[in-house]
């Protein structure tokens, strides 16, 4: 099935705005199979804080084609760069396939926002051009203005709900309610609200099928919520206790829906944080929240005890899986995969988000061509390993990570192609290794990727460390012993090396990884290794103190983010 060259329902290219060729340069009449020929613009499914950005192209035989990226909210000055777009090339993989494009994200932007885009793409032998655009990011999802308040007690909700209108809101009174399937759609601006008062507790299921603007806040569920095939569904504040009768199931969607905005729940699994629970079989259970489909927004959530803590579907269940965010959410506990972004189509974007003993912090099994973003999240003991690029992972982007864990600090044993990667100022620490429910942690090397396919990858700036006090690994078939030769023989000409000294507050090596670790601050000291050793990435961290960006999720005495509930 083919993943990109279908249109999106909407959100595509006819809510893009006006576009506009804005003249070309250059040698854009050549007839080389070297120029690149400009396709369609289109920015699908805006979130609250992201644009897609994707330009298809055909020719540029030789790969040197760029598109660079400027913005600014609608009728402001001036522009600001962005990322330029991930050039992607055409490819298939696990039975899905996808076009040649420029593809990309625009990053931490304002919600309900009109912004404007410039984008140029150049191309030495012919088809440089520059278009403009405009692309609207979603508001914050509120009950309508002046929105009717009918309560309800437990006695009464049945009644009240059979005859809601868009626009409602039910507020629900203390007490117990049974779980229910609800079939009152709200609209665009006036959503039907389900509101939870204090002592509201819900036993059982939830089931919003195929509906569209709902939104559930502040309610205790003992069970489940699923949104199978439904839009623009808004699940807030609400506290979700797994249970055995609903497979261990958080907030979740099995089929297809779109731009559900899942933000500041507590969400608790049943899996216990033992070395029996590890792994795809071991004895784990359950998805906190699980979806498929484009649009969705995931943030500020603490999901705690599953098999996946937060998780895109796989293989023939994923469908349009593009324009997702995973945010400032806070994860531990779950004994396969905190972030399982498996079989991201495109511009999934993980961002912010504090991983503390997962059994591997985030997944990207396969990306399909990406870009895959991973950008500032704070991982601590990941077991087994940081991240699991798998399966022929394709355009993952890993920017400004910490991690620290047992063992190899960023060790990829996929077996197969890592193509596309591109890694800067992130901070790998690793150290003396295990094995654990029969995987090993690996032996402290500090980058270890085999498999990586390096004519296609760019490794640089990076931070890396262990506690055997040894620069040691392998990139593709490039081994190395010391930094030196790190710096020397790969693309890692400006690492540098870093202990656990380069944190400001003492951060412990992981050394016996079933511990529940306390979230550690892994904030670095202003006068470390890791400080003004980044690459100066715009969109990403301009802004930054000194005389360059730090490297790993902070800038040295920066403010935390809030991961978790707000
Ligand atoms: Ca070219
Ligand atoms: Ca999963
Ligand atoms: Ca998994
Ligand atoms: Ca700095």
């Known amino acids: 099935m083919a993943c990109s060259d279908e249109p999106p329902e909407d959100g595509g290219l006819a809510d893009a705005g006006p576009l506009s060729d804005g003249g070309s340069s250059g040698d854009a009449g050549s007839n080389s199979a070297d ?34 990226v400027r913005y600014r909210a609608a009728g402001t000055h001036p522009w600001r760069e962005a990322l330029p777009l991930r050039r992607v090339a055409a490819g298939s993989n696990e039975g899905f396939s996808w076009t040649g494009r420029h593809s990309g994200s625009v990053f931490d932007l304002q919600p309900g926002t009109t912004y404007e885009l410039e984008l140029t793409l150049t191309d030495p032998d012919g088809g440089t051009t520059t278009r403009t655009t405009t692309a609207t990011t979603r508001p914050v999802p509120v009950p309508m203005a002046s929105a009717p308040i009918k309560a309800v007690t437990p006695a009464t909700f049945a009644s009240v709900a059979a005859s809601a209108q868009p626009g409602d809101i039910l507020q629900m009174g203390a007490g117990t309610y049974a779980g229910f399937d609800w079939s009152r759609s709200g609209a665009e601006g006036r959503p039907v609200v389900l509101r939870g008062t204090a002592g509201v507790v819900i036993n059982g299921a939830i089931n919003l099928f195929a509906q569209a603007y709902v939104h559930l806040e502040g309610l ?25 009768t609903y497979g261990g199931d958080g907030i979740v969607t099995f089929t297809r829906a779109e731009n559900a905005y899942i933000a500041d729940n507590v969400v608790t699994g049943l899996t216990q944080w033992a070395e029996a629970s590890l792994g795809v079989s071991g004895d784990n259970l359950g998805e906190g929240i699980a979806v498929t489909g484009p649009g969705h927004v995931i943030l500020h959530n603490r999901v705690t005890g599953f098999r996946d803590g937060i998780s895109l579907l796989e293989d023939d269940e994923a469908v349009d899986q593009f324009s997702i965010d995973i945010l400032n959410n806070d994860l531990s506990g779950n004994a ?46 990941a077991v087994h390993v940081a991240f699991k690029l798998y399966r022929g992972s394709t355009g993952d982007v890993l920017l400004h990570n910490t991690v620290v864990k047992n063992g190899d600090a960023f060790g990829i044993y996929a077996g197969r192609p890592v193509a596309h990667l591109y890694a800067r100022n992130n901070l790998f620490l690793g150290g003396a290794g295990g094995t654990f429910n029969g995987y090993s942690s690996g032996t402290g090397r500090v980058l270890h990727v085999p498999d990586l396919e390096v004519a296609s990858s760019s490794l640089d700036h990076d931070g890396v460390g262990s506690t055997t006090d040894t620069v040691t690994g392998r990139l593709g078939t490039s081994t190395f012993g010391s930094l030196q030769t790190l710096r020397t023989g790969t693309s890692e000409q400006h690492a540098v090396q870093v202990d656990l000294t380069a944190f400001a507050n003492t951060v412990a090596y992981p050394a016996a990884p079933l511990t529940l670790y306390a979230r550690p601050d892994l904030r670095i000291r202003a006068d470390s290794a890791a400080a003004n050793a980044g690459q100066p990435l715009p969109n990403i961290n301009e802004g930054f103190a000194g005389l360059a960006p730090d490297l790993g999720a902070f800038e040295a005495g920066a403010d935390l983010p809030v991961f978790g509930p707000r």
Request: proline share 4%.
């Open 35 to 68: 120029a690149t020929v400009a396709g369609a613009t289109s920015l699908p499914f805006p979130t609250l804080h992201h644009l897609t950005v994707e330009w298809a192209f055909s020719g540029d035989a030789n790969a040197n084609g760029v598109v660079t």
């Open 220 to 244: 205790t569920v003992n069970g489940r919520i699923r949104f199978n095939g439904s839009k623009h569904i808004a699940i807030q504040r609400c506290a979700i206790n797994a249970s055995n």
């Open 336 to 381: 396969d995969d905190g972030i399982e972004a498996d079989f991201c189509f495109h511009n999934c974007r993980i961002v912010r988000n504090r991983l503390t003993n997962n059994f591997i912090a985030v997944s990207s099994q396969p990306g399909l061509g990406g870009p895959t973003y991973f950008v500032r999240n704070a991982i601590y003991n």
